[in-house]
């Protein structure tokens, strides 16, 4: 009997406002969620609800000054946390660790008895925060503190981060950058903002080799994504053999993603998903946790999240 997909989600994520004509807003979720109860993978997957991550949690990728700095911003009325688009209400604080937590559940059903694969439908998005940074729309890296629980908890050495949202995670980098044990792939546009991600960004001291950047021209598609996937991100992972692996889901490659110029279909997120799934299966003891990241047309999004969701039920 094979074990049912956990697609975890709160609707809390939807109290996050993040203002009048920002890109990463509530309808993101609220649009994908309404189509995929519209398809018959809602029927397949199995439901579940996140608790709020406790700050312990935080500062395993985190500073604590950072964690405080944040807290004490939003509970006085901040509505800004990072120069323009990083922008935070009241409940911003509640669906943030929402956010973190979906991971930590996520992690729990992929690393525990269970071992199943796991879609985290969150916002804010996490993979732009820093050690002490919040940015781009991102408040804390849910992913990081995913993969460093993953370690903690359930005693998992290797953990392979597999990042394809369009842009550069340039917090996941920053925290993983001297960390032998987390592999953090990317393929993103480059240039784009944030500016880094360059192929010699390879990570420093025991870290060396363990940070892969793919930098994407403008205008490439599925054939580039595939040839990377091939010659560049597949040997890299066979060669670290992770334990878990772990996907950034940004869907803001897509052809139809108004923040960038990357000719990616939907269908493009199932190849995708199942590439990877192949170059880990002889190496992984533990499920998949895929975590929502950018995406920013509703439909795309939409539709890219059920072909991506559809190939990580077994
Ligand atoms: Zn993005």
Same mark, same amino acid.
């Given at each position: 009997m094979p074990s049912r997909t956990s697609f975890i989600y709160h609707p @809390? $994520? !939807?109290? &996050?406002?993040?203002g009048p004509g920002h890109p990463e807003r509530r309808e993101r979720l609220e649009t994908m969620v309404a189509h995929l109860m519209t398809t018959d993978l809602w029927q397949k !997957? @199995? &439901? $579940? #609800?996140?608790?709020?991550a406790k700050i312990d949690d935080l500062t395993l990728a985190h500073a604590k000054h950072y964690v405080e700095w944040v807290q004490k911003s939003i509970a006085e009325g901040e509505t800004l946390l990072d120069e323009g688009d990083t922008r935070v209400c009241r409940e911003s604080w509640r669906a943030a660790l929402l956010g973190v937590g979906s991971v930590l559940q996520g992690v729990e059903v992929a690393c525990g008895k269970e071992k199943r694969n796991v879609f985290c439908a969150v916002r804010p998005p996490g993979h732009h925060a820093m050690t002490s940074r919040a940015m781009g729309f991102?408040?804390?890296?849910? +992913?990081? +503190?995913g993969a460093r629980t993953a370690q903690k908890k359930h005693g998992v050495e290797r953990v392979a981060i597999v990042d394809w949202d369009v842009h550069h995670g340039n917090g996941? %980098?920053?925290i993983f950058w001297h960390d032998p044990t987390v592999l953090y792939v990317s393929l993103h546009q480059y240039p784009l903002w944030p500016g880094t991600g360059s192929a010699s960004e390879v990570g420093e001291g025991p870290g060396t080799g363990f940070t892969v950047n793919c930098p994407m021209a403008p205008g490439s598609g599925e054939k580039e994504y $595939?040839?990377?996937? #091939?010659?560049?991100? #597949?040997?890299? !992972? =066979? =060669?670290?053999?992770? %334990? *878990? *692996?772990?996907?950034?889901a940004g869907f803001d490659a897509h052809k139809s993603d108004p923040l960038a110029n990357i000719n990616l279909d939907s269908t493009t997120f199932a190849m995708l998903t199942r590439? !990877? #799934? @192949?170059a880990v299966a002889t190496s992984t003891t533990c499920g998949v946790v895929s975590v929502l990241e950018?995406?920013?047309d509703m439909h795309a999004l939409a539709e890219s999240v059920e072909q991506h969701v559809? %190939? *990580? +039920?077994?």
């Open positions: @809390d $994520a !939807l109290l &996050h406002n993040t !997957l @199995d &439901h $579940a #609800r996140p608790e709020e991102c408040l804390f890296n849910n +992913i990081a +503190i996941t %980098q920053e $595939a040839a990377a996937f #091939r010659d560049t991100i #597949r040997p890299a !992972l =066979k =060669k670290f053999g992770p %334990q *878990l *692996l772990m996907i950034s590439m !990877l #799934r @192949d950018g995406g920013y559809s %190939q *990580l +039920i077994v």
